[in-house]
Every structure is written in structure tokens, then in C-alpha cells.
């Protein structure tokens, strides 16, 4: 048995277990994953985070969901990354960037809050990817309220990609949605080959949504940053909403603003460090 250092961290109550992998070498993770992440049988979290060195970025960022498998990117997650590596004396620097499987994110301070750029909203069906079809004539999108069938119901949705898969659905009243019931029939549909974080969202006003977001291999969780920029780019899409909103998620806060001058979407939210511990593992 060997024992594996771990910073338990959260944000907006999306929590992570975040491993340095700069700081001592790490076990083989594809294999660990799924078991850190375990609430019973685990440390417990939404998602497994992992802090390396980057050839062609200040630092890289390694994904896991619940179920052990791997993403491209995640807004608060990287919120946190930000607040660890500042913290922890890896940098002091206002802002940094990140590699992960989705690009190079940049991260930066905003007060006692984190600000991250997530870059430009991906409408073009092939690279959220999704087989629906957008309108005739606009090849690369938007899918915009498109229809879409699923056991007997039928949902106007709006996809994009904000460096991972979205589906952005407007319903009455989230609160009483069935998310369970429903985020995984869609997030594991044929029509999104990659599966999909899917967002059940309700407009209050020009800038405030309401959010619940079922995440693809994690399942229903307090908060999801890229799906709460997603759900700001759609609703602003749409004309539901103006382009600066906050969305609010059961775990807290977040704002979104898309920029109208570069397109680039920008996430504020809260960063927070909750524990440190060791867990043995079989090495």
C-alpha cells in the first residue's frame, strides 16, 4: 500500500479531489479514477483533477468524471486549478495558462473571485459533435431550438460546444424538472457520438438564469461551469436574454458575459480549497 496526497476543493459546490502531479509522481489514474471519486468507497467528488507541467502552456490540466473517464475541459475546475497553484506557491501570477484536451485556457484573478476566458462558443455541428442538422443554408450552425424527440417527449434544444458537448434545454421550472429522469436518457443519446452535458435552464429576466446541469459520466451536480456559459450564449442566442448574465446553480452563483468585440466568453465565479489528506492505495 502507498499513500497518495489529495486537496479536496469545490467550486460553487461542483467539488473536486485535485492531485499535484508536479509536485511527486502519480499512480496510473485511468485505473484509479473512478475509486477516488467513489462517495462510499472513496475520497468523493464530481470529478478528479489533476495538476501537471505543460510543454506549451504555464500548466496542464487532466480531467476525470465519476465514472473514471476522461474530458476535455471544466470551468470551475480550472477556477480552482488557478486557486491552487497561486496558492501553493507555484505562481503569483495575475493570470496563467492552461493546457487541456480542450485548448489553452487562461484563468485569472477578479478580486476574491476567479475570472476564466473559455474562448470562442463552437456552433458547427461536426466539431461539438452532433448529428442534428442545422437550418438550410447555415451548415456550421447554430442549432437553435431545434426539435428533439426522446421517450415519448418533445424538447426544443440548442447545442454548442464550450471546449466539451452542451445541450442547452428551456424548461418551466428546473426545480422540479426530472433531471435524473431525463440528463442521462439525452446526455447518452446516439445523436451526440461523444455523449453530452445537458442543461434544463429557465430565462428570469434579461440577466438572470435559473440552471441544473446532468453532466456526462458525473451525473447531476451543484454547478457546471462551461454549462453555464453555454446556457448564457444560448439564451442570449435565442433572445432571451441579454449577453451578460448571471446564472444561478444550486451550488451558488455564477457570472457570464459574451463579449460582443472578440465573441470570447468569460466565467466569474468562486474558487475554494475545503481539506487536504492522504488515501492509501494498492500500488
Not at 511527486?24 to 467528488?45: H, N, Y
Not at 495538476?51 to 500548466?59: E, G, N, Q, Y
Not at 480550472?78 to 489553452?104: K, M, S, W
Request: aromatic letters at 6%.
Amino acid at each position: 500500500m502507498t499513500k497518495l496526497s489529495f486537496t479536496k476543493m469545490h467550486g460553487a459546490g461542483n467539488d473536486f479531489v485535485f492531485l499535484d502531479g508536479i509536485r511527486a509522481p502519480l499512480p496510473d489514474l485511468s485505473r484509479l479514477a473512478a475509486k477516488l471519486c467513489d462517495r462510499r468507497f472513496g475520497i468523493g467528488c464530481d470529478q478528479l483533477l489533476v495538476l501537471l507541467p505543460s510543454k506549451v502552456a504555464d500548466f496542464r490540466m487532466q480531467i476525470f468524471n465519476a465514472d473514471g473517464s476522461q474530458v476535455e475541459m471544466c470551468g470551475n475546475g480550472i477556477r480552482c486549478l488557478f486557486r491552487y497553484v497561486r496558492t501553493h506557491g507555484y505562481t503569483a501570477a495575475d493570470e496563467i495558462a492552461v493546457e487541456t484536451a480542450g485548448g489553452i485556457v487562461k484563468p485569472a484573478a477578479d478580486g476574491d473571485l476567479v475570472r476564466v476566458d473559455m474562448g470562442e462558443p463552437i456552433f458547427d455541428p461536426s466539431r461539438i459533435p452532433t448529428t442534428l442538422t442545422p437550418p438550410p443554408g447555415k451548415p456550421g450552425g447554430p442549432i437553435l431550438m431545434a426539435p428533439f424527440a426522446i421517450d415519448g417527449r418533445e424538447f426544443r434544444v440548442t447545442t454548442l460546444s464550450m471546449g466539451n458537448p452542451h445541450c442547452v434545454i428551456v424548461v418551466d421550472d428546473p426545480a422540479a424538472f426530472p433531471v435524473t429522469e431525463i440528463g442521462p436518457r439525452i446526455a447518452r443519446d446516439p445523436r451526440f457520438p461523444k455523449g453530452v452535458n445537458v442543461e434544463f435552464v429557465r430565462p428570469e429576466g434579461r440577466a438572470r438564469i435559473r440552471q441544473r446541469t446532468w453532466e456526462r459520466g458525473a451525473g447531476e451536480t451543484l454547478a457546471c461551469g462551461s454549462g453555464a456559459c453555454a446556457t448564457a450564449v444560448a439564451c442570449a442566442l435565442g433572445g432571451l436574454t441579454d449577453r451578460s448574465v448571471d446564472v444561478v446553480l444550486p451550488g451558488g452563483t455564477l457570472r457570464i458575459d459574451w463579449n460582443e468585440g472578440d465573441n470570447h466568453v468569460t466565467m466569474s465565479g468562486p474558487a475554494e480549497e475545503v481539506f487536504t489528506g492522504e488515501i492509501e492505495i494498492r500500488s
